[in-house]
């Protein structure tokens, strides 16, 4: 399993913009399916984006109330993930979680979080309206 740390998180008005990033730690980054998820107070943990591994065509995926606004991106030699938050609404607002897909190797990055096997601790985004 990857250890994954988040960081770029924090406070912003709604139309702005935030990065956030996810390194990770471990050898196999590069092998990994990466997913961004995120989880509001009171709601269930939800897919935000997902990419693939590069080699394999590092397909991307997004929910579709962020398609347009938001890009995922990787860089394997760095081995971290990025989430690109453009226009950001208050409904963004949320803990954003990374996590690694270690047994996926082609297709569509997973949806279901229940498919990852290593997760961040997570990094609070807040959107002032």
């Known amino acids: 399993q990857l250890q994954l740390v988040e960081s770029g998180g924090g406070l912003v008005q709604a139309g702005g913009s935030l990065r956030l990033s996810c390194a990770a730690s471990?050898?196999?980054?590069?092998?990994?399916?990466m997913g961004w998820f995120r989880q509001a107070p009171g709601k269930e943990r939800e897919f935000v984006a997902g990419i693939g591994i590069s080699w394999s065509g590092g397909r991307t995926s997004y929910a579709d109330s962020v398609k347009g606004r938001f890009t995922i991106s990787r860089d394997d030699a760095k081995a971290t993930v990025y989430l690109q938050m453009n226009s950001l609404k208050a409904e963004d607002t949320a803990v954003y979680s990374c996590?690694?897909?270690?047994?996926?190797?082609?297709?569509?990055?997973?949806?279901?979080?229940?498919?990852?096997?290593?997760w961040g601790q997570g990094t609070q985004v807040t959107v002032s309206s």
């Open positions: 471990g050898r196999t980054f590069s092998s990994q399916f």
């Open positions: 996590a690694a897909d270690s047994r996926r190797i082609v297709g569509m990055p997973a949806t279901n979080p229940g498919e990852y096997d290593s």
